[in-house]
């Protein structure tokens, strides 16, 4: 079935739902950082740093991108390539941006132990729970059914967008979360992006190799840069194959060098401790209490050096 379509692809569309939600994004924040900040934070520590301010802006940005014009429209209209675009951005990059924004003191108010709100966000960012939601919300949003009314239904498509966005902050708290108690060991986020990364390729492969259209919202006669129905399909299935992929393949293998780094002791210095009781050969007047020394290995090869040779045994 060929679906209508506008053929101004480009027309500008005001999209005030969304002004109004990156609005408040931004009072919150202000809100957080002017009002409860100052209350929340002991005097001479600062309530947020640059790294938080940058990537809550970059956040806030990317997620004005992946919500207006022109991407919101072309995504809910024309090319279901687009439409992957949006999901990618609303699930890999805006949540760890947003995470990496929030201090810890504002994590510490919202998943607090007391109250039903830091009981379900703790219960839900449990690595198993926030996987296993993620990947059935993942499944979910490429059912024929879903897409198919998410881009005829204006509504229905940014509640589908919540529910990516909510299952993603969820989904990288294990791994990025602002509390370090709620983050897991290094070597388990490795196997749990791994994980995370496993699924998704399945209605990747779907797309990529389908010969017929998949969903008919997208089966019309506009064709925006010239792609067609069978090449935005596919189009679709690599960005969410390679490029999600490739993405979480990254953070896999900055987790395991950063894991690797800080597993090892090459640099750290030699501690030798000194018996009680046994005199220091070139100081007969130091005392006999325990001392650590720390040498470097010039040192303690020189030390050898001095040292008399072993007496050789005599043959039997």
């Known amino acids: 079935m060929i679906v209508a379509a506008e053929t101004d692809v480009w027309r500008w569309q005001p999209h005030p739902e969304v002004w109004i939600i990156i609005a408040a994004a931004v009072f919150l924040g202000w809100y957080a950082v ?5 209350h929340a934070v002991e005097p001479g520590k600062p309530i947020v740093t640059r790294k938080n301010v940058v990537c809550y802006v970059a956040g806030i940005l990317v997620l004005w991108i992946a919500s207006d014009w022109p991407l919101h429209d072309i995504s809910e209209e024309y090319l279901y ?6 999901h990618l951005l609303i699930s890999m990059i805006v949540p760890p941006l947003l995470l990496t924004a929030m201090p810890e003191w504002l994590a510490r108010l919202i998943i607090s132990d007391e109250g039903r709100v830091g009981t379900w966000t703790r219960r839900m960012t449990h ?6 939601v ?12 879903v897409v198919n009314t998410s881009a005829e239904n204006g509504p ?7 529910m990516v966005f909510t299952s993603a902050i969820w ?3 294990p791994v990025i979360g602002p509390i370090p108690e709620v983050r897991i060991s290094p070597q388990s986020q490795i196997v749990y992006l791994f994980l995370m990364s496993v699924i998704p390729t399945v209605p990747a492969g779907f797309l990529t190799f389908a010969e017929g259209a998949l969903y008919e919202a997208y089966e019309h006669d ?3 840069f010239g792609m067609s129905v069978a090449t935005d399909q596919q189009t679709a299935g690599l960005i969410m194959k390679l490029v999600g992929s490739f993405y979480l393949w990254g953070w896999i293998i900055y987790r395991f060098f950063q894991f690797s780094s800080s597993g090892r002791g ?11 009781g046994e005199p220091d050969d070139g100081d007969p007047g130091a005392d006999d209490e325990m001392k650590d020394v720390d040498l470097t290995f010039e040192e303690v090869a020189a030390a050898f050096d001095r040292s008399s040779p072993a007496p050789s045994e005599s043959a039997p």
């Open 222 to 224: 506009v064709r925006v």
């Open 81 to 86: 390539s687009a439409h992957m675009l949006q």
């Open 34 to 38: 002017r009002v409860i900040g100052p």
């Open 171 to 173: 989904m990288w708290t």
């Open 266 to 276: 090459d640099d750290a210095p030699i501690v030798v401790t000194k018996p009680t």
């Open 156 to 162: 229905f498509h940014y509640l589908v967008h919540l």
């Open 134 to 145: 993620f990947n059935l919300v993942i499944v979910f949003t490429h059912l024929t059914v």
């Open 127 to 132: 690595p198993v729970v926030a996987g296993s």
